[in-house]
């Protein structure tokens, strides 16, 4: 208790000085400063800066705080990912509506897989574990539908097994629910910044 009262004492005195230096103007003739009268005597006026003093974090805290700036990164990177899958399954669906013929409907499916394969095959093999987790997430959020779904409505119920077997082999599980309210409650809290445009997202 007594270094924290010392610090204090030290960061008043330095904040004394550089108010005093800030208040005072030195001439030929002397020194002129601001004063005041109090009970009949004439003292210097100094106007302190304000100073906010601030306890250490405990190492909990800094590991929590570590561990936030982690999921905020882990976010940041996924996000527009999630986003760019909702776009493209309204599209899909979109466009499905207009086609006839299971054969054709498979083709088209097919065909906008490959492109999207062809675009961002490589940046999301860039995607650490939990980020990926993350963005499994993430677009059950923004579409409504987990990943186990979309692929066992778009591509049938073996490709949903085959991929979630893949899955679970890296930890992660297509069938995982976004829950705002609880367990990711810090995501959202993250992604409301993002939305609000306090946090910007840029794609690597």
Not at 42 to 70: F, Q, R
Not at 153 to 181: C, E, P, V
Request: proline share 1%.
């Amino acid at each position: 208790m007594r270094m924290k009262q010392l610090f204090i004492i030290h960061i008043a005195l330095l904040c004394f000085c550089i108010g005093k230096s800030h208040a005072q103007e030195v001439t030929e003739h002397g020194t002129i400063t601001f004063g005041t009268v109090y009970n009949g005597d004439t003292i210097p006026l100094i106007v302190l800066p304000t100073v906010h003093i601030v306890e250490a974090m405990s190492a909990e805290g800094l590991e929590n705080y570590k561990k936030y700036l982690k999921l905020k990164r882990d976010v940041l990177r996924a996000y527009p990912y999630a986003k760019l899958a909702g776009l493209k399954l309204r599209f899909i669906n979109d466009s499905l509506q207009h086609i006839s013929g299971e054969r054709n409907r498979k083709k088209f499916i097919k065909e906008t897989e490959k492109d999207l394969k062809r675009q961002f095959e490589s940046d999301l093999k860039n995607l650490s574990i939990s980020q990926g987790r993350i963005l499994i997430k993430l677009i059950d959020r923004e579409t409504g539908n987990t990943s186990y779904e979309l692929v066992k409505d778009l591509r049938g119920g073996f490709q949903a097994f085959m991929w979630q077997s893949l899955a679970r082999l890296f930890g992660s599980n297509l069938k995982d629910q976004y829950d705002a309210q609880n367990e990711d409650q810090l995501i959202e809290s993250i992604i409301l910044q993002i939305e609000r445009g306090e946090l910007s997202v840029t794609q690597k």
